[in-house]
């Protein structure tokens, strides 16, 4: 069976390059590992969808969230749990759950299955970081809410915190004064050190 380690922050914490940087490693130290991004399964057909609703200024707020809500469902239809190695989740259902809550949107969360995580791994930084770190993306989508809506960018960061901090196994970073190469150390040394995570398979 694999192990399943989530990871979790707001826009710009380095939760992307952090999962590459992670499943290296562990291919590195003889571990299968493998990564994907919101949804489960790499190949889920709503996923994108969901993603491209989620980037447009004019949408319904139901809109994504109900895609990402079908995202889920298809992914617990599809998942195979038993694959040996290490599953790194950047963002999951989790997510939405927390920012439907956060918005009032009354989807059915709280009624639909899932998977657990054998560690969550929350990146935070600082506001004045993650708007230097956007400004260096080339395409920003949506990602001005770091420079016009901060009040709301920290109440969802806050909401979405304490949505993973229940967790038995989280851990946290503070990635603003850290290079990616001390992030990628930080984290491999608290999943092996703290968790036990790091084992080979033969």
């Keep these: 069976m694999s192990q399943r380690i989530l990871l979790e922050g707001m826009d710009f914490s380095g939760k992307t390059t952090l999962a590459k940087a992670l499943v ?57 749990p038993d694959r040996p190695g290490v599953h790194i989740q950047d963002s999951c259902w989790l997510r939405s759950k927390a920012f ?35 400004r260096k993306r080339t395409n920003h989508g949506a990602d001005h809410w770091v420079f016009t809506r901060t009040d ?6 806050y909401h979405l915190r304490s949505e993973f901090a229940q967790h038995p196994r989280f851990l946290e970073i503070d990635t603003s004064q850290l290079t990616q190469e001390q992030v990628l150390e930080a984290a491999w040394t608290s999943l092996h ?3 036990g995570l790091v084992t080979s398979v033969g």
């Design 24 to 80: 290296k490693r562990f291919q590195d130290e003889g571990t299968p590992a493998w990564s994907s991004q919101n949804s489960l399964c790499p190949d889920n057909p709503i996923c994108k969808i969901a993603e491209g609703i989620a980037e447009e200024s004019r949408r319904h707020p139901y809109e994504a969230s109900a895609l990402f809500l079908a995202t889920h469902l298809w992914d617990m239809r599809h998942y195979q």
């Design 100 to 134: 439907d809550r956060r918005q009032g949107v009354p989807l059915p969360w709280d009624q639909v299955p899932g998977v657990d995580f054998d560690a969550v791994l929350y990146l935070s930084t600082s506001l004045k970081v993650r708007q230097w770190r956007c």
């Design 152 to 157: 709301q960018f920290l109440a969802m960061e």
């Design 193 to 195: 050190n703290r968790l």
